[in-house]
């Protein structure tokens, strides 16, 4: 009877006027919106809806007594994750903070199944508050069907979205401890295996209206939880099981969120949410030179194409050589991401200074001065179609021609030069560099709610040769609420990371890095680098990186160790007794699966726990990266390692471009995690041979070359 009540209600609240088509089928993309609890869904209840790849979304809610904050991801068009908090009105973190609410961590997941046909409905299986406290664990298989403007979805949920317990557990045909669900919280940051689709499920579901007038949204849903066993003892009245909510959409990245649910209560929210996948901006770039023809033969000539080599093109030059009739400049792209932007640019540049015997211009790039590759393209106009060949051969067909070559530098460094090259032009050397810019350290999800520094820095780099340079960082604190937060931790490992409180309230001006770093081209595939000083906010020391990394190779190899002891907690010179060796070893593999890198790291942690970290990433067409890792350690297995049980997070890379009319290869980086911990903590190295040595992957060239000049 509760269901058909349900279904009376939901046909009494859709207007009884016309529906309105707004496609041309029953089925199609209607607008999806984030559930009270993060991911999508109706208010309460989920729904099978993904949002669109690459989307990401913060939502905030409020419905007495739980506070809501949510951080949802699609990576993939059959995969949704996120992290969520929960604040817990009334209810004390523990014993030591009674003033401060409980803040609960989960992480929600969820599959799509089915996709939605004219006929068949979009299917997902979800879980809830997987990976957390359980205090809020699910399960669920729900379907949706779109008819015209109408969304319905209708599903079965386990514990706490089913805790109304409509029917028996259908499951329990396979054996009858899917009767019996735990009550309460079984583990701490913990997987939440045992209780998977166990206790009696309910049914839940709902409907959203697309209204004539395009920004608002209404839905309705009937809820599966009945709110009788609530966690921490909560006693929450729910008169109806009918809610009523709207979506006001301000723009295509903020939403409204209002609701009456459980009969008697108000929910209001809102989401934030960015399309990661195609961030874009148009571009206000010089346009590419018109190729002339007046070959140079003074430096002074030579000066005046490196200069539009280097506004037009984006190449810092270092050396102009001849080699036969081939005209190398070697130096680095400071401007475009996608390199043939600025070989297609520099072309038309080095055509007009380039003698009629020259056939050939080779783009020799180097970091740090380390060769890292040489694209080769042909001084006449460019095919469409180009393929690798040369050295070493990527991959090459028969059947298309075989003008533009890349390949991987000669087993030598930048500095040394072959023997048939003559050099016609030698940049000096620039040895000093410095800039100033706002920086954020936060924290969130301890009992202290979120905690912030807002800092200026200032940072310098003065360069010995072009294999080691010294680099340093001031920062100077302008305001921060560190002095919130409250070391509250049962575990029993050194504090390596839970000091950034200490860190923050005993530095005004501290010294966050100042190292010497030098680096080596050891063979055709191996690279090294080695570093010492202070090396990060809270360690120094010394340490070294190897690396083999072959060319446009799927795999790469790092190893790296470091002996390092904590800084003072004024940052400046001093350091504490504490100190450790660290390192890792890890493996990079480059899947070949919608741009995802994988990254295995094996070794020795700050807090001396030994352990490994899983690290998955996504590279959308955008540039942006979109990533999330997990760390088990020792620490983890014998229980030491306090609230969370492993370390884990997100990150996003986004390149500074996707806001800006003008071209850079720059890029924004965001880490975040549910809790700073002292488990599974790496040493933050300024510099790493796997991101020095990127040149060493086309990556998207050939993609990137079929758009041409821009």
């Known amino acids: 009877w509760r269901v058909a009540g349900w279904v009376s209600v939901v046909v009494l609240v859709i207007p009884a006027v016309p529906v309105t088509a707004i496609a041309k089928d029953y089925t199609g993309t ?55 908090y929960t604040s817990i009105a009334g209810r004390a973190y523990n014993s030591n903070t009674p003033n401060r609410n409980y ?23 979800g879980f809830r508050d997987f990976g957390g406290t359980g205090l809020f664990g699910s399960e669920y298989l729900v379907a949706n069907k779109r008819w015209y403007n109408l969304d319905f979805s209708v599903g079965l949920a386990w514990g706490y979205l089913g805790s109304r317990g409509d029917i028996s557990n259908p499951l329990s045909v396979f054996g009858q401890r899917f009767n019996t669900r735990q009550g309460g919280s079984v583990g701490t940051g913990k997987f939440n295996i045992t209780n998977l689709f166990t206790g009696r499920p309910s049914v839940f579901g709902g409907v959203q209206y ?55 209560t108000t ?51 270092t050396a102009i050589k001849r080699d036969g009739d081939s005209l190398i400049i070697e130096g680095s792209q400071d401007t475009y991401r996608a390199y043939p932007t600025g070989e297609l640019r520099a072309n038309r540049i080095l055509n007009s200074v380039a003698g009629s015997d020259i056939k050939q211009f080779k783009y020799r790039y180097t970091t740090r001065g380390m060769a890292m590759r040489e694209d080769a393209l042909p001084r006449k106009p460019l095919p469409r179609n180009a393929f690798i ?49 706002p920086a954020l350290n936060q924290n969130y999800g301890g009992p202290d709610g ?44 050194p504090r390596v990371r839970t000091y950034l409180n200490e860190y923050a309230k005993n530095t005004n001006l501290g010294v966050y890095n100042l190292q010497y770093t030098r680096t080596a081209r050891l063979s055709k595939n191996w690279f090294g680098m080695g570093y010492a000083g202070l090396l990060e906010r809270m360690f120094g020391g010394v340490g070294g990186e190897v690396m083999y990394r072959p060319f446009n190779s799927p795999v790469a190899f790092g190893l790296d160790a470091n002996y390092v002891r904590q800084r003072g907690f004024d940052t400046r ?60 350690t020792s620490a983890s297995v014998n229980n030491t390692y306090g609230e969370g049980s492993f370390n884990k997070g997100i990150y996003l890379s986004i390149p500074l471009d996707a806001f800006f009319t003008k071209s850079t290869p720059n890029q924004l980086g965001f880490n975040w995690s549910p809790l700073t911990r002292d488990g599974g903590a790496f040493l933050h190295r300024r510099y790493t041979l796997y991101g020095l040595t990127s040149d060493r992957n086309l990556g998207t060239y050939w993609h990137d070359y079929s758009k041409g000049v821009r």
């Open 30 to 84: 209607l607008p999806v919106f984030q559930s009270d609890y993060g991911g999508t869904g109706l208010l309460e209840t989920p729904t099978a809806r993904m949002a669109p790849v690459g989307n990401f979304a913060f939502t905030y809610s409020h419905v007495n007594p739980y506070s809501n904050f949510a951080f949802s991801l699609q990576p993939f068009k059959w995969m949704q994750a996120g992290f969520r």
């Open 103 to 125: 803040l609960d961590k989960g992480v929600d997941v969820k599959f799509s199944l089915v996709d939605e046909r004219r006929f068949i409905p979009a299917v997902a299986l």
């Open 210 to 264: 697309q209204t004539p007038f395009k920004p608002l949204t209404i839905q309705v849903e009937y809820d599966g939880n009945n709110y009788k066993n609530e966690p921490l003892g909560l006693r929450i009245n729910q008169k109806s099981p009918i809610n009523f909510g709207a979506r006001f959409r301000v723009n295509d990245n903020l939403t409204l969120s209002a609701a009456y649910e459980r009969g008697n």
């Open 267 to 317: 929910m209001l929210g809102g989401t934030l949410s960015l399309g990661l996948a195609h961030l874009h901006q148009p571009k206000s770039d010089p346009p590419p030179v018109s190729p002339g023809h007046a070959p140079a033969k003074t430096t002074t000539e030579w000066n005046g194409a490196v200069s539009k080599l280097a506004s037009n093109a984006g190449i810092q030059v």
């Open 389 to 437: 060949i040369a050295p070493e051969n990527v991959f090459a067909k028969d059947d298309y021609r075989r003008d533009v070559t890349v390949y991987a530098q000669p087993d030598q460094d930048a500095d040394s030069q072959g023997k048939n090259e003559k050099t016609l032009y030698k940049a000096p050397f620039d040895r000093f560099s410095w800039n100033i810019r």
């Open 450 to 493: 979120y905690l912030y520094q807002i800092l200026a820095e200032a940072s310098a780099e003065f360069r010995t040769d072009s294999h080691g340079w010294i680099s340093s960082t001031l920062g100077y604190s302008v305001f921060d609420n560190f002095n919130n937060f409250k070391y509250i931790s049962y575990s029993k490992l």
């Open 573 to 632: 010179f001093d350091f504490r007794n504490y100190h450790t060796v660290e390192g890792h070893a890890t493996m990079y593999i480059d899947t070949g699966v919608k741009n995802i890198l994988a990254r295995v790291s094996v070794g020795r942690y700050l807090a001396k726990d030994f352990g490994a970290t899983i690290d998955l990433s996504r590279r959308f067409a955008s540039g942006v990266r979109l990533g999330a890792y997990a760390t088990y």
